[in-house]
């Protein structure tokens, strides 16, 4: 396994209460294999992905748990080691490429500054490999664009930047939080394209944070359900789709308007509402929600239980097999 995460907890350490954004969190992901990350707003999924490299800002702290890449555990890693690992084995892309692209510098002064301090090259050798991959993710008249303020251009290109940005090293592990959202159709197609095409050709692995289940199953491999900073089930995309085994899951897949199966089946919403992370309910937190829950639910949250078909549901009332 390229990456593999154990028992992962991040909390906030608010004047209110400690809020327990991510709780005993673990999952793997292998090389060049693409995992989505799902669930509501709020629910814990960028904070994973910040706790992968480190990035929690205060009042957050990773209490405990394991990050390894490659068998090298990024959690207890050096400064200066932990900058290379950030700068040339992983990267990530932001939801909003606005914020993480200056908007005082020009995108190939950028990329540039990126490459000179992750390989030791030129000036003029980093402006000219910034052009090329500025080319190589889809940008037209690269040379010009290199010129160009982030202000200067669409939302869809500025992605495509940032994400030339991203992947310069190339990186072992790509992190993409909500990389479509804020786009229109065609130009998220795209973006999928060349998050698959990029794939291919550096043989890296995707962890795609999103809440859009149509992208989820155009792109993902395996899924990571979570809820209220805990993951609820994991399985394979196309088991996901067709028997989903938490009562969450289920909740999330029938409120999702499905187009060509010649059904005309209302949409159901997932009754209640997600709960405050400072006053979370005993036990299982999604009970209270819950269409089949009942008292026993109430002690603990449920563990994990992973099936003989390789798939993992945290449930006291789904029998694994």
Do not use: W
Not at 220 to 226: E, G, S
Not at 233 to 255: C, M, R, V, W
């Amino acid at each position: 396994m390229l990456l593999n995460i154990r028992n992962l907890a991040t909390y906030f350490f608010l004047d209110e209460g400690v809020l327990r954004a991510v709780d005993n969190v673990s999952f793997d992901i292998a090389e060049n294999e693409t995992v989505a990350l799902v669930g509501e707003s709020g629910c814990g999924k960028t904070i994973i992905a910040l706790s992968i490299l480190k990035l929690i800002p205060p009042p957050g702290r990773i209490l405990r748990g394991t990050v390894l890449l490659n068998g090298e555990d990024i959690l207890s890693a050096a400064p200066d080691r932990l900058r290379r690992i950030r700068a040339t084995e992983t990267g990530i892309v932001f939801q909003e490429p606005g914020s993480a692209l200056n908007p005082v510098y020009p995108i190939g002064y950028q990329i540039a500054e990126v490459l000179r301090l992750n390989r030791n090259i030129s000036r003029r050798e980093a402006e000219s490999t910034a052009t090329r991959l500025l080319g190589e993710v889809g940008i037209a008249e690269p040379e010009q664009r290199a010129k160009s303020y982030p202000f200067e251009l669409s939302g869809g290109m500025r992605q495509r930047a940032a994400i030339a940005m991203a992947t310069s090293a190339p990186p072992k592990l790509l992190i993409a939080d909500e990389p479509t959202t804020a786009l229109d159709v065609t130009v998220q197609a795209e973006i999928l394209d060349l998050l698959r095409h990029l794939q291919q050709r550096h043989r890296m692995a995707i962890l795609l944070i999103t809440h859009d289940l149509a992208v989820v199953a155009e792109m993902a491999k395996r899924v990571i359900v979570m809820y209220t900073g805990k993951v609820v089930e994991i399985a394979d995309s196309e088991a996901i789709f067709k028997n989903p085994q938490h009562p969450y899951t289920k909740g999330l897949l029938s409120s999702v308007i499905r187009l060509g199966t010649g059904r005309s089946e209302p949409l159901r919403g997932i009754p209640g509402s997600v709960p405050d992370f400072l006053s979370l309910p005993s036990g299982c937190t999604f009970h209270p929600r819950c269409s089949i829950g009942d008292s026993s639910c109430t002690s603990a949250f449920p563990p994990l239980r992973q099936s003989a078909s390789a798939r993992s549901c945290a449930c006291y009332k789904v029998e694994t097999a």
